[in-house]
């Protein structure tokens, strides 16, 4: 059964930091990408930051560059989104994703059809 579990996400005041983390299981992880998305209620869920599977091309989203790191560790099967200087319109729910790379990350990670499994999310609130 193909699974990602978030874990991480809290409670935290404007520029403070959070490390998500993604645990991958029931396939191979190191054949796809990973991508980081949030969604608030209302909205749709946006590509935030993505990496490959080799973990040596990237992308962020330009709310956060500067600001989050992406980075997986394929002999764990895990994933990270270090989050530093968190603002209030950071706060949403937080998904990984995996999908099989068709182009660049920068290509894929604004685009939902090509991540093809999904977590349940992490609730990241970042007060004022």
């Known amino acids: 059964q193909l699974q990602l579990v978030e874990s991480g996400g809290n409670l935290v005041q404007s520029g403070g930091s959070l490390r998500l983390s993604c645990a991958a299981s029931?396939?191979?992880?190191?054949?796809?990408?990973i991508g980081w998305f949030r969604q608030v209620p209302g909205k749709e869920r946006e590509g935030v930051s993505c990496?490959?599977?080799?973990?040596?091309?990237?992308y962020y989203d330009d709310s956060v560059k500067g600001r989050f790191t992406v980075s997986r560790d394929n002999a764990r099967k895990m994933a990270y989104l270090q989050m530093n200087s968190l603002k209030p319109e950071d706060t949403a729910t937080y998904y990984c994703?995996?999908?099989?790379?068709?182009?660049?990350?920068?290509?894929?990670?604004?685009?939902?059809?090509?991540?093809?499994?999904w977590g349940q999310g992490t609730q990241v609130t970042v007060s004022a």
């Open positions: 029931g396939f191979t992880f190191e054949h796809f990408a």
């Open positions: 994703a995996a999908g099989i790379r068709v182009s660049t990350m920068q290509f894929m990670c604004p685009v939902r059809r090509y991540w093809g499994v």
């Open positions: 990496v490959s599977e080799r973990d040596n091309s990237t």
